[in-house]
T-cell receptor, first 110, second 114 residues
Framework: KNEVEQSPQNLTAQEGEFITINCSYS?????LHWLQQHPGGGIVSLFM???GKKKHGRLIATINIQEKHSSLHITASHPRDSAVYIC????????????FGKGTKLTVNP | NAGVTQTPKFRILKIGQSMTLQCTQD?????MYWYRQDPGMGLKLIYY???????DKGEVPNGYNVSRSTTEDFPLRLELAAPSQTSVYFC?????????????FGQGTRLTVV
């Protein structure tokens, strides 16, 4: 079992829909990152969080440390949100290791 | 700011050839990383560096070498390319791991070994 599991693997939505992508992890962490990878490959950091909730425009990220679970929400989705969304955790214990999920491919249709 | 710059964006190598993937950042970050991304898999750490003159192995270091002579540059060297090294490579940097600061990624290098 991977240390970081994302669901769903693929998600297709209509423009305007509310989207949720989930990330569960099985290790102790010091932080969790949400990343966005557009077609063409570049990776952009969206959020880094260790507790609670963060908001950036239409994007909201939450984390529940006790349940080892994080969600990324997109409100009023738009075709330009189409990308792969990647969850990554920094493990505790002084490791340099960022453990990455396999990503969720989101397609938003007009 | 340029951020993290990787070159080249694409490369095709023959088996046994060597090449260097270049990575430079202009944010004065201490920490730099090289990852590879294979289809359907999460990114895997190849090598990382916590500062000039210091490098260490990640999860999948075999077949690669790195150096960190300056804060800005962190090149990744493939000495004898093999088909298993066909992948997309990402360089990343961050200011300080201990503060759990944000990571910045380059645009990626798509390498094919034939």
């Amino acid at each position: 079992k991977n240390e970081v599991e994302q669901s769903p693997q693929n998600l297709t939505a209509q423009e305007g829909e509310f989207i949720t992508i989930n990330c569960s992890y099985s290790v102790g962490i010091s932080a969790l990152h949400w990343l966005q990878q557009h077609p063409g490959g570049g990776i952009v950091s969206l959020f880094m969080l260790s507790s609670g909730k963060k908001k950036h425009g239409r994007l909201i990220a939450t984390i529940n440390i006790q349940e080892k679970h994080s969600s990324l929400h997109i409100t009023a989705s738009h075709p330009r949100d189409s990308a792969v969304y990647i969850c990554a955790v920094r493990t505790q214990g002084g490791s340099e290791k960022l453990v990455f999920g396999k990503g969720t491919k989101l397609t938003v249709n007009p | 700011n340029a951020g993290v710059t990787q070159t080249p964006k694409f490369r095709i190598l023959k088996i046994g050839q060597s090449m260097t993937l270049q990575c430079t950042q202009d944010m004065n970050h201490n920490y730099m990383y090289w990852y590879r991304q294979d289809p359907g898999m999460g990114l895997k750490l190849i090598y990382y560096s916590v500062g000039a003159g210091i490098t260490d192995k990640g999860e999948v270091p075999n077949g690669y070498n790195v150096s960190r002579s300056t804060t800005e540059d962190f090149p990744l060297r493939l000495e004898l390319a093999a088909p298993s090294q066909t992948s997309v490579y990402f360089c990343a940097s961050s200011y300080n791991r201990a503060l759990n600061t944000e990571a910045f990624f380059g645009q990626g290098t798509r390498l094919t070994v034939v």
